[in-house]
């Protein structure tokens, strides 16, 4: 029943800027926790940037200050502003909902960043 769809992914030069959203369909009665995961072949889905129900947020620290978190509930979407990009950010960046019975995830979008 719940569906989170990432969008915004594509390509941009090193020093871009992109915005991800994660849209979600369906009920979360209550959750935990929001959250962007990025995974690259050969490493595991790390952390990019995470909301907590309460508002406090807390970031890789690769990416604090470049990135930001952010939710609109009236329109049940999590952000994540990504600015000055490196090609080290070039990942498949997923949405992730931490709920009272599960975890559930989008099927994710991919940002590459190259000159």
Known sequence: QVQLVESGGGLV???????LSC?????????FSMGWYRQVPGKQR???????????????????GRFTI??????????LQ??????????VYYCNVKAIIRDYWGQGTQVTVSS
């Not at 849209?23 to 959750?31: D, L, M, N, P, T």
């Not at 790390?46 to 604090?64: H, I, M, P, R």
């Not at 952010?70 to 952000?79: E, G, I, L, P």
């Open 13 to 19: 030069q090193p020093g871009g800027s992109l915005r």
């Open 23 to 31: 849209a979600v369909s369906g009920s979360i009665f209550r959750f």
């Open 46 to 64: 790390e952390l990019v940037a995470g909301l907590s129900s309460d508002g406090s947020t807390n970031y890789a620290d690769s990416v604090k």
């Open 70 to 79: 952010s939710r609109d509930n009236a329109k049940n979407t999590v952000y």
């Open 82 to 91: 990504m600015n000055s990009l490196k090609p080290e950010d070039t990942a």
